[in-house]
């Protein structure tokens, strides 16, 4: 029996879209072969749909359609309204690096004050020689569309016993409307080793626009590493983020995500650890209204013994929206001594909001301390009472009670700055509001 893929009008669009980009992409004859083979694996699977169990509750068929042609390289008028985002998102005492629909922009990077306590490429120059940040074992259909038409991101090294003496600030900026931005970028943390490393997305006047980015990381031993990504797109956007991250031994990561803008956002992390008595805390805030669709799905991998993970979540929803948090802890047979923990929160704000929380388990070893929790409610009613009768208006005694209500995530960031940051973040989402 002789079978055919039938494809869609979208699939054929898709197609012809990579046909149309593929002479502009960076990258070697060989890197070409593992950009075709990363698409032919898309064109089969095509967007991640209900039937998928990871993308049961974030159905991109149905709320996104179609992958938007790829932004043509930013031109000066792109360049100057991406120079007023990032004056307006740029964390003070930052390093930054700045890519603009996709392509690197070092114009507007602090390249020589990084020099000095970095090495730095940009995936085009990495792909010149080599496909391997191109490659991975995923079979996800998202992440295989992002290997296919990556256009740039940043290659970064630290090297062993490096002390980052300021945080490294990736900024994604989009300045073009109805496009896609595709990037992928590598950070190498060398053993004993500290580092913050901050991704931020943001918008410069642009609306509808995709954002397909993945990050891989790989911390050496002895390391202690910060990592704080906000997603701040604009409110009919599209982002989906894949972090792919490996841990050696003895590392503290402290992994912190703060969802507020974008139509439709997933976050998709595929953290393992891969040497003993390391420690992860993973924490997230998703502040979402109107009908916007945020989802986080975590997969912490024990492949050792002797590590400690702590998930923390916290999704406030107001509105239509919907808030989704995935997370699954697996644990090796041989990764005795184990001790996972995760714990996600909800707090609808309206009948017409909706929370799906789904924690998981897999453990195949007998020595561990694992546990899950969720929940999902509105506003204490009696507190609300308590705070309206000593004289504050509805809105302003329901913002305090969300802050604290998030206080619990956002203050696992160690850093003052970063963590006023945050929290000023979540201020302005709150003023939105009122």
């Known amino acids: 029996m002789n079978v055919a893929v039938a494809k869609t009008g979208n699939g054929r669009a898709v197609s012809d879209l990579f046909a149309s980009a593929e002479g502009r992409l960076p990258g070697s004859p060989a890197v070409a072969a593992v950009r075709r083979e990363a698409f032919e694996t898309y064109e089969r699977l095509g967007l991640p749909h209900r039937r998928i169990e990871e993308w049961k509750y974030t159905d991109l068929r149905a709320l996104v359609g179609e992958v938007l042609p790829l932004a043509a390289a930013p031109d000066a008028a792109a360049l100057k309204r991406a120079a007023e985002a990032v004056k307006a998102h740029a964390i003070a005492g930052a390093r930054k690096l700045v890519l603009v629909d996709g392509v690197f922009a070092a114009d507007l990077s602090d390249v020589k004050a990084l020099a000095s306590e970095a090495s730095l490429k940009t995936l085009r120059e990495s792909l010149d020689k080599d496909a391997g940040l191109l490659r991975t074992a995923s079979t996800d259909a998202v992440i295989a569309l992002n290997a296919a038409l990556a256009t740039d991101g940043v290659a970064l090294s630290i090297a062993d016993g490096t002390q980052l003496t300021a945080p490294i600030q990736i900024i994604h900026v989009a300045a073009a409307a109805s496009a896609s931005a595709v990037t992928r970028s590598q950070v190498v943390v060398g053993k004993g080793a500290r580092a913050t490393i901050i991704e931020s997305f943001v918008a410069a006047g642009a609306k509808t626009y995709q954002v397909n980015d993945a990050v891989i990381v790989s911390i050496g031993d002895n390391a202690d590493v910060a990592h704080i990504r906000l997603m701040d797109d604009a409110p009919d ?73 702590r998930e923390t979540f916290r999704a406030v929803v107001d509105d239509r929206a919907h808030s989704v948090f995935q997370g699954r802890i697996i644990v090796r047979p041989d990764a005795q001594k184990t001790d996972g923990k995760m714990m996600t929160r909800a707090l609808l704000l309206s009948d017409e909001a909706e929370a799906d929380n789904k924690p998981e388990l897999e453990i195949f070893a007998d020595d561990v301390s694992c546990g899950h929790g969720a929940t999902a409610g509105a506003l204490d009613d009696s507190l609300l009472f308590y705070l309206k009768a000593r004289g504050l208006p509805e809105k302003q005694a329901q913002a305090l009670l969300i802050q604290a209500f998030v206080g619990e995530a956002i203050e696992q960031i160690a850093d003052d700055t970063l963590r006023e940051h945050v929290i000023g973040i979540a201020e302005r989402w709150l003023e939105r509001r009122s």
């Open 237 to 309: 956007a599209m982002n989906v983020s894949s972090h792919f991250v490996t841990v050696g031994a003895n590392v503290k990561l402290n992994f912190f995500n703060m969802t507020t803008g974008a139509a439709v956002s997933r976050l998709q992390g595929f953290i393992t650890f891969s040497g003993e008595g390391s420690e992860l805390a993973a924490n997230g805030v998703n502040l979402l209204q109107k009908t916007e669709h945020g989802d986080t799905t975590l997969v912490v991998d024990h492949a050792v013994p002797n590590c400690v993970s």
